[in-house]
């Protein structure tokens, strides 16, 4: 079956480490997406790519790093730069974000320890 | 900048119907899409409203009013099951991201 897997499902962080989420699809889809959700809060888009090589900044990338050295992975770093890390991160992906929506990945709960 | 508001609590009793109102500010507008989130779990997709009118997919429709910057998802012969957050999402036409609203907490009782 085609999906996003996001892996670590739960991860903890030290103070001033970098650490990496993997996110990876199968669905052939060209469009990814990171966001960031916050306890009650909605999603709020870190970084996206419509195409390998390729990727932009969201409203929220400031200590955040990606890359997209291939069409089914989007990893996405959170570095010691980003002062308030612990969250939920989700991944996405899109053929396009009308009638088709977003898929989602089932998430990584960062937390630093 | 971008805004969507939407209720932060709704409570409704099973087996009845609810309706979910967003309103947005944007720069762009392409099209209004829900999302269903259940605790510690990703959101799903449910429904996309690209021009004014009603859609309607089972239990759930989506309505849009382009005019009014509104929209709003409804939700009959609720079940239990229908307990979780509910999110608007606009798309501004930028490279199909989406601008999620902080979303609607649905809770269910009997």
């Known amino acids: 079956d085609g999906g996003i897997t996001q892996s670590p499902k739960y991860l903890f962080r030290k103070e001033g480490q970098n650490v990496t989420l993997s996110c990876e699809q199968n669905?052939?889809?060209?469009?990814m997406y990171w966001y960031r959700q916050d306890p009650g809060q909605g999603l709020r888009l870190i970084y996206y790519?419509?195409?390998?090589?390729?990727?932009q900044k969201g409203d929220i990338a400031e200590g955040y790093s990606v890359s997209r050295e291939k069409k089914e992975s989007f990893p996405l770093t959170v570095t010691s730069a980003q002062k308030n890390p612990t969250a939920f991160y989700l991944c996405?992906?899109?053929?396009?974000?009308?009638?088709?929506?977003?898929?989602f990945g089932s998430g990584t709960r960062l937390t630093v320890v | 900048g971008q805004s969507l508001e939407q209720p932060s609590e709704v409570t409704a009793v099973e087996g009845a119907i609810v309706q979910i109102n967003c309103t947005y500010q944007?720069?762009?507008?392409?099209?209004l899409s829900w999302y269903q989130q259940h605790d510690g779990g990703a959101p799903t997709f449910l429904s996309y409203?690209?021009?004014?009118g009603l859609e309607e997919t089972g239990r759930f429709s989506s309505f849009l009013s382009r005019s009014d910057s509104y929209g709003y998802l409804l939700l009959q012969e609720l079940q239990m099951k229908d307990s979780a957050s509910y999110f608007c999402?606009?798309?501004?036409?930028?490279?199909?991201?989406?601008?999620f609203g902080t979303g609607t907490r649905l809770q269910v009782t009997l």
């Open positions: 996405a992906s899109s053929v396009d974000s009308g009638a088709n929506g977003y898929t």
């Open positions: 409203n690209g021009l004014d």
């Open positions: 790519s419509q195409i390998v090589n390729d990727f």
């Open positions: 944007t720069s762009g507008f392409y099209g």
């Open positions: 669905l052939n889809h060209d469009a």
């Open positions: 999402a606009v798309n501004t036409g930028t490279a199909s991201k989406l601008t």
